[in-house]
């Protein structure tokens, strides 16, 4: 597939982007529209520890999932949902297991869906298995398995192909334990885009093959690693806002995957979709104050400012007082689009949107750029220079620091101050020649990180 | 005030798939031919304790055995109501309020017979120890009466040797357990150790509102129950010689 | 204590009534003022399975759970929290096993907020233990075991106290199974509010002594009974009409407590309080969308309309991806609070408190009449006859109805308006004399209830 | 747009808590007092390698043992650094930094030297089969390194049998596991009750994501590890003869 980059934004300004509205909804499964005038909930689940044991298992356990949830979806009222299913593992390898699961799951889903005429969708996610022991293997035999997965449950009935890619991560994990702003810059913005553009152009063609819709991409492998790892207010593993300058480069590095074909909804723990939507005007989910099933944030609110589809991230399937988790998370995240719902029906989007955003504005360095407002303007520094990998990175994180810097009504450490500052010295004294850049880092990163193995992105 | 109209925001599924039939319509195809025991059989349906009777009196007058009445008019009439809750045509005060009939009509029949017929079978049912919460627990008892069981209800907060030495008097096909709390439902383990150390292998239907499939899975007799009907409906598959194994492949459901 | 009965609303008309606002705010625990302007999490738990063994180990459970929530709300940056701990049979049953743990957890809450200032209280709800075997034994030894509770905890550190009252019930579950609405009217409204005014004075007596809050009651053994069995929109087995009637009566019954001497924070299970917050403009704590955890309901959204604590209800302690259940919880719920407290600050409350009503208002007759409006109309019909309390349960059960008869926009099922329109008739057909229909209920379920024991009542 | 300040809606703690004292304060506090040590405790702090290689030469021109400089320089620098670490006055990649100054100190030390220093223990550790979130335990094996152990890191992905095969090779004092989702961390048990059914009753460390103190309490010799740094606090605690029951009692936080 062709790939075309984004040198403009799709928004005319940031106050333009809201919740459950997107430039280009997306058409998906059974009778669901994304981004085209409402929100739905995403639902996400992890297998039960045993239920890994044998295929029948498995398959077996997403079964009582899916039904649990679809079963509690009408029992409240709610319009529309759509299932996410993240392979673990021995369902990516095995083609034919994720195959299975999807099909069993939208067995279901289409019962459910000709019994009461809900809306829903499926979206698959295989894991990004393109990985020795030791060392990624980008591409080759693994990353033709990892096709295998997508036609696999692209005929089986997924509707939303997606995937947590991994490019750059062997540099990341070294670069972001030793605050080293250059080789997380190298890693998502430049390794990681590469690997997307790559990727994604494959994911593209065989969802155009089957006929089903190349969702998108997210930036977990770095992004939020670095957001797990900087953790609450109180942890004392990375400053914050080292935390948000990763999440400022993976804006310019899973746009890679919009330009190389996929069309939205990006996937939810990309906390950098605001920025994507800004820049692309396609759907994308989000999670945060509903998904502290899976994780704890400092943006559970804000995060929720333009979201289309609501996810909770994931939880274990097993039993509460209310039901099974899975009916417990679909069922709150449901209520959260209702309510959003109700806010665009009666024009009040922006109100609500103005709200969860100022709730949360000034949590956190994290929550400040993610804004709306300010993701649009870290948007607006990617496309300017949109063409060149490296320096759109490169004005992200800039812009990042430049906003925070400047930032009023919040509060930072001296620790966050210092790191951020040093992190702006540091940007502004790299070149602005590309070529430079590369090869200066390829040297570096030979040297110092032993399992980087440049012929991943074809270098 | 905000009043926004609930199109696009909710959608009531019961409005929606609401049957065309009344009740009372799809009731009507369900009785016996029989015109005496049709007769009993709509008394039970409409909950009408004083009807049944009248019912009753009118076809032993009429020359019937009231002990084949139970199973042709009672229990005919009751099988109606426990069908319609089933699909979804009635709700469960219906049943309720029949079984409260049906009861009463098997008392007359059998004072009038001055013999009992034998029950399908019989279950004990109990909340366990420390729990209050009996309401659960009066629904299973009643849905197993009306569905032709023979109910030992031991009531709440019962010790567990007091459900031990009920189990041994009363050689029940099945023992019933509710508990609507975490630190209560524990007690079944203990139950189940107890029937165990006693050579009883019997199915152990569990639930309740903190009770959980993954925890009644934890000790070897226990069966999940979800819902109150699924009391009778095991019932019906020991009956029909279900295994253990096979009781919790089908009720597990989660 | 002297009994006040309300025969006035608190507000002027129900417009004026929001969230995180009370005529009458209550300050308890430390530093908190519940109804002042900002709403606060309250979060709920029970043990695991395995605790109840011993005091040792139920004591060090709640000292875990104290500690994960309190370190979750600083964490993430939360101002303030209240935890209620409803107690466990053995709790109430010793007094000193309840004052233990109160002690362990006040200790740990008193320790955070030296650290870091947050403002906290304590709520301690004795389970009501008053029955034997097989009936209810609500005056005599057992009493008094329940006030040697509430008196052991006060001491021991809790701040607020609350209890779930049964008085009515063991009519009620006889009624509530069989539609029969003067049996339920004389369990909630009569025999429920009986035995709560004779409770509620002693319970506001030891407050007083120990100078802690009263806090107050809810109807969960029969108006929630009511709701849980009726369920979701798809289950049979109460019409949701005859349950929001249930829910109607317990605003005149639940308001008893208030008369008696409580001065709210209202129990989280009282979905009546929305009633009671009208008449006595006492803040009252509710649950909903947050609260999956515990249950399913149909009212998600509008429950949170006017709330000043906002609840759980109750999760098992146990892990999940993102922390224990209670950190989960307790953050997703001080999310909810963050944006309320927004729109408090920044003037939106009205229109949010519209949206989330209006989300839910037409997904079921119960909510329909909860929405604020409605439910202000309820209490007024309560307060109309306030000094009757047979009079005044059945002028809210009638209003319940002519409202539902009347509403605009609400669809119900034929079997929901069939059960309306019976409970409407019957409720015409009853008479206005309250002694007759005290005489009248008592032979009649003297005889068809052998649990039911007038001496309970005084009768 | 709507812009409202956080007073009352959000209180940043770490602000408000924040330790007046700078990180380099903390720290001359704790160096030690001999000049040529002290040098070499200051680049470690500061992670720079090339000043630790220079402050080691001088002090081994000095007549300093390259041996005694590891205990006497290396290791005192780098417990400046984790015990301000775990006070919270300095972040994490300050002692990865750190750590890695120390490691290239220690080689250096070892080629002047011609021997080597008796480590504190040896430590396995390993990320479950089938998972590949592997930085977790990174960060595991770097907080032991800085604390002294001499730590086999198996990587990612690795079978049940390679963990057996390396633990009765090397006989570490301690083993670690880390496993991020449901699926994976399922081979612990396994792990587990291979090590017992070899006669090895060591204890197993378990940790990461989907890990939880409840799942690693059902075999027996697991103890929970809820963040990376209790893993050199659960080392020191075993060379101070700490029973597997009393590690339990210890990091069971939950
Ligand atoms: C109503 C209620 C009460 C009423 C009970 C009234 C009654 N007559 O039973 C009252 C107010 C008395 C009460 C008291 C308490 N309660 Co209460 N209560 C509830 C509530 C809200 C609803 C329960 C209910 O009636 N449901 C409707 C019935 C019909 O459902 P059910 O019993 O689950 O039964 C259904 C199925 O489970 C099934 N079933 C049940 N048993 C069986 C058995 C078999 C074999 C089968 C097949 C099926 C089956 O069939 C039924 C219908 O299909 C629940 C909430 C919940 N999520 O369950 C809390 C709940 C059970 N209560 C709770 C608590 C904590 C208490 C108290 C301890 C609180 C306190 N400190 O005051 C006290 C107990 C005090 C004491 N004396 O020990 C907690 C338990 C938490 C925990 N620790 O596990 C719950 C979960 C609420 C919460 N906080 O989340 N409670
Ligand atoms: C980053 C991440 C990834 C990265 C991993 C990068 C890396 N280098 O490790 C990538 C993108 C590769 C990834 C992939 C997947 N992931 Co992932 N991932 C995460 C995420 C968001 C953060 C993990 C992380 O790095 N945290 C930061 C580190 C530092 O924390 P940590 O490892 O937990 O370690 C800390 C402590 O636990 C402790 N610790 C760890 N080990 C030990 C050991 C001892 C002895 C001690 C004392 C302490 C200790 O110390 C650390 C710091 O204190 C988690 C979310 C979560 N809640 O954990 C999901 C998560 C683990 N992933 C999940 C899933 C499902 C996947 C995929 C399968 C999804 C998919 N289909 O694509 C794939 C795996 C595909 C495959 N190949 O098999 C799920 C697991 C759900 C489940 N089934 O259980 C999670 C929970 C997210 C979710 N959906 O909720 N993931």
Known sequence: MAVKKFTTMAYNNADEMVFGRAKSPVKAGL????????????????????AGETKEKLVNEYQRITRDIMARM?????????????????????????AEVAHAQKTIMEEYHEEYGIKCALRHTPGDIREDKDFLQLRGDKYNVVMESFEAVADAGADLLSIESMGGKEIFDYAVL?????????????????????????????????????????????????????????????????????????????LSGYEAGATGPGKDCGYENIIIKGITGMPMAFEGKTSTCAHSDVMGNLIMQCCDLWSNESVEYHAEFGGTTVQCWSESLSYDCALMNTAL?????????????????FRDPQSYILAYDNAFKVGQAIVKDGNDIYLRAKNAATE???????????????????????????????????????SDCMEKYKAEVKVFKPENYAL | MLI?????????????????????????????????NRAIAEAI?????????????????????????????????????????????????NVMMSADAMLEGIEFCKAEAGSSPKPKGKVVVHVAEGD??????????????????????????????????????????????????????????????????AGIRMPFQCGGGAVNQDFVSTYELGVYGEEAADAPKMADAILAGKSLAELKATFHKH
Chains 1, 3 share one sequence.
């Open chain 1, 31 to 50: 009778d669901l529209e994304i981004g085209a005038g409402y929100t739905t909930a995403e639902v996400n689940y992890a297998p039960r520890p045993e």
């Open chain 1, 74 to 98: 009408v029992q409240v009222g709610f319009p529309s949902v759509v299932l996410e299913t993240e392979h673990v593992q021995q369902m990516t390898n095995n083609p034919t297991w994720g």
């Open chain 1, 178 to 254: 030793r605050n080293d702003i250059p080789g997380m810059l190298y890693a998502i913005g430049v390794l990681g885009s590469m690997d997307m553009e790559y990727l994604w152009q494959g994911i593209a063609k065989v969802a155009q093959q089957k006929n089903v819709t190349p969702a998108g991409d997210t930036d977990c492998a770095q992004a939020n690693t670095a957001m797990f790892i900087a953790g609450g207010l109180l942890d004392k593993n990375l400053a914050h806002t080292l935390a948000i300058i990763a999440r400022s480069l993976a804006g310019a590095r899973t």
């Open chain 1, 345 to 361: 029906k009666s024009g009040n989007e922006k109100i609500l949107r103005d709200l969860l955003m100022a709730s949360d504005r």
């Open chain 1, 400 to 438: 990042c620091c430049n906003l925070l810097t400047g930032a009023e009504g919040l509060e930072m450490t001296k620790f966050e101050t210092n790191a951020l500052n040093k992190a702006a010295a540091e940007l502004a004294a790299l070149t602005s020649d590309s070529e430079k850049f590369m």
């Open chain 2, 4 to 36: 926004v109209d609930k199109e696009g925001i909710l959608i009531r599924y019961n409005v929606k798939m609401e049957k065309s039939m009344t009740p009372e319509d799809a009731a009507a195809e369900l009785y016996p031919k029989d015109e005496l």
């Open chain 2, 45 to 93: 349906f409409e909950g009408e304790e004083d009807d049944v009777i009248d019912g009753l009196k009118a076809a032993i007058a009429a020359g019937k055995d009231p002990i084949s009445l139970i199973d042709d008019s009672l229990m005919v009439g009751m099988k109606v109501v426990t069908e319609l809750y089933d699909q979804g045509v009635i709700f469960l005060p």
């Open chain 2, 132 to 197: 209050v919460h009996d309401i659960g627990k009066s629904i299973v008892a009643a849905l197993l009466r009306a569905n032709g069981y023979e109910v030992v209800d031991l009531g709440r907060d019962v010790p567990v040797d007091e459900v031990i030495a009920c189990v041994k008097k009363e050689s029940p096909m099945m023992l019933t357990g509710t508990a609507l709390m975490t630190t209560t439902m524990f007690a079944f383990k203990e139950v189940n150790d107890r029937l165990l150390e």
